[in-house]
């Protein structure tokens, strides 16, 4: 081992996690559930598909409505 060998850095944030994983060991589990349930959902590609075919081309200028009233 070097002499001139620092301790590992950790940061605060880190430090702060790790106390809450140990303080609360279901954690990580829970979070997994969390995620299964928005996130890991099977998707239906005949209904994305829908959606797409149903999509209207946004305008240029979004906030533009119409034609100005003073054009030619």
Not at 29 to 47: M, N, P, T
């Amino acid at each position: 081992m070097s002499i001139f060998r620092r301790p590992d850095y950790t940061s605060e944030v880190t430090q702060f996690i790790e106390s809450l994983k140990v303080q609360k060991p279901t954690l990580e589990a829970e979070q997994r559930a969390g995620r299964a349930i928005l996130w890991d959902q099977k998707i239906d590609r005949s209904v994305e598909q829908e959606y797409e075919e149903a999509r209207v081309a946004q305008q240029p200028y979004v906030y533009q409505t119409g034609q100005h009233p003073n054009a030619k």
